[in-house]
């Protein structure tokens, strides 16, 4: 019975996550602030590719190999690339959520420094991770980064994202790291699911450490909030137990 109610539960609050994100996509479109741009760009880009050439895809992606034969441009390129329609869809929901309330708190101009420089740290920690024939595609990286920023400097913002239950981003960020880290550590470095999350987590290392760059106290303060969440989070098994 008690697992039943937690079911439906979570259920509901997907529903209200789902509709918290739609909420702000909208908003987003609305505003028509500079992500929502590079947004635009992503879908042109992917759509343009599906349609042409999909092979266009293999030419932008980014790998070792690729950089080690002075492709040093795939550092930037692959973020505007993306595999398929699943990828562009989930990445435009991140990058709206996450690029609005980032870009509307701090300016276009911070927005698009952290999400580039958070990008290229997530791409050079994928190639760093993985075998030089392994290829990454998606903006997810530079997107984990202004998830990041905003753990660092708003805490306590209500965020959807990554698993479209409404928790402080924070939160979301500490369960995230929580399930990742494991597997990053285990020896499957590039992936898990065809999911690069070593370019995920450099992504969140990158955000951080701009957070750090460009709003010291409070990230500082964000730090704090996020260790403690940690704690909480860890020691709930046992407590409960």
Same mark, same amino acid.
């Given at each position: 019975?008690?697992?039943?109610?937690?079911?439906?539960?979570?259920?509901?609050?997907?529903?209200?996550?789902?509709?918290?994100?739609?909420?702000?996509?909208?908003?987003?479109?609305?505003?028509?602030?500079?992500?929502?741009?590079?947004?635009?760009?992503?879908?042109?880009?992917?759509?343009?590719?599906?349609?042409?050439?999909?092979?266009?895809?293999?030419?932008?992606?980014?790998?070792?190999?690729?950089?080690?034969?002075?492709?040093?441009? /795939?550092? $930037?390129?692959?973020?505007? +690339?993306?595999?398929?329609? =699943?990828?562009?869809? %989930?990445?435009? #929901? *991140?990058?709206?959520?996450?690029?609005?309330?980032?870009?509307?708190?701090?300016?276009?101009?911070?927005?698009?420094?952290?999400?580039?420089?958070?990008?290229?740290?997530?791409?050079?920690?994928?190639?760093?991770?993985?075998?030089?024939?392994?290829?990454?595609?998606?903006?997810?990286?530079?997107?984990?980064?202004?998830?990041?920023?905003?753990?660092?400097?708003?805490?306590?913002?209500?965020?959807?994202?990554?698993?479209?239950?409404?928790?402080?981003?924070?939160?979301? /960020?500490? $369960?995230?790291?929580?399930? +990742?880290?494991?597997?990053? =550590?285990?020896?499957? %470095?590039?992936? #898990? *699911?065809?999911?690069?999350?070593?370019?995920?987590?450099?992504?969140?290392?990158?955000?951080?450490?701009?957070?750090?760059?460009?709003?010291?106290?409070?990230?500082?303060?964000?730090?704090?909030?996020?260790?403690?969440?940690?704690?909480?989070?860890?020691?709930?098994?046992?407590?409960?137990?």
């Amino acid at each position: 019975m008690a697992s039943e109610s937690i079911g439906l539960l979570l259920i509901l609050l997907s529903f209200i996550g789902v509709a918290y994100l739609f909420l702000h996509m909208f908003m987003a479109i609305k505003q028509r602030g500079l992500i929502v741009w590079i947004a635009f760009l992503n879908v042109v880009i992917f759509a343009y590719m599906a349609i042409a050439n999909p092979f266009l895809i293999s030419k932008y992606a980014l790998s070792y190999a690729k950089i080690a034969s002075g492709h040093g441009y /795939t550092l $930037l390129s692959y973020m505007f +690339v993306h595999a398929n329609l =699943l990828h562009i869809t %989930l990445n435009t #929901f *991140g990058l709206l959520f996450f690029g609005y309330n980032m870009e509307k708190e701090f300016g276009s101009a911070p927005t698009l420094m952290v999400y580039l420089v958070s990008g290229i740290i997530a791409g050079a920690t994928f190639i760093m991770t993985s075998t030089p024939a392994s290829m990454v595609v998606g903006a997810s990286g530079a997107i984990f980064g202004l998830m990041a920023y905003l753990t660092l400097t708003r805490p306590f913002k209500i965020t959807p994202m990554p698993f479209f239950i409404p928790m402080p981003v924070a939160l979301a /960020t500490v $369960l995230y790291a929580i399930l +990742v880290v494991p597997v990053f =550590l285990s020896g499957n %470095l590039s992936s #898990f *699911g065809n999911v690069a999350q070593s370019a995920h987590l450099g992504g969140l290392i990158g955000g951080s450490l701009m957070a750090f760059a460009m709003n010291y106290a409070q990230a500082l303060k964000g730090l704090v909030i996020v260790l403690i969440t940690a704690i909480i989070v860890l020691a709930l098994p046992a407590i409960l137990v």
